[in-house]
Nanobody, 119 residues
Framework: QVQLVESGGGLVQPGGSLRLSCAAS????????MGWYRQAPGKQRELVAA???????NYADSVKGRYTISRDNAKNTVSLQMNSLKPEDTAVYYC?????????????WGQGTQVTVSS
């Protein structure tokens, strides 16, 4: 079994910054892609940013230049630095990881952390 635990959400004013972190634990042989998704009320969950084990990154157009994703392969962690936050960034943010446990590959999700951008 694999668990993903997120931290770092909260309330921030427009233009402010937050840093989200996610730690994976459990039966982990290797992790391929790690990423962050978000879901705003009444909207579908969408990819925000993803990073491969080798460090290649992909960002949603709406966050390019403002968000930075990074990971520590030795610690099985992924982080998301969010700058210049806007009210439309308000959502529940979810960590996602493609984990190989030595037998099979599976996609795992964290429980989600709320990010609210408001004055």
């Amino acid at each position: 079994q694999v668990q993903l635990v997120e931290s770092g959400g909260g309330l921030v004013q427009p233009g402010g910054s937050l840093r989200l972190s996610c730690a994976a634990s459990g039966r982990i042989f290797s992790i391929n892609v790690m990423g962050w998704y978000r879901q705003a009320p009444g909207k579908q969950r969408e990819l925000v940013a993803a990073i491969t084990r080798g460090g290649s990154t992909n960002y949603a157009d709406s966050v390019k230049g403002r968000y930075t994703i990074s990971r520590d392969n030795a610690k099985n962690t992924v982080s998301l630095q969010m700058n210049s936050l806007k009210p439309e960034d308000t959502a529940v943010y979810y960590c996602n990881a493609d984990v190989f446990d030595g037998t099979r590959m599976g996609a795992y999700w964290g429980q989600g952390t709320q990010v609210t951008v408001s004055s």
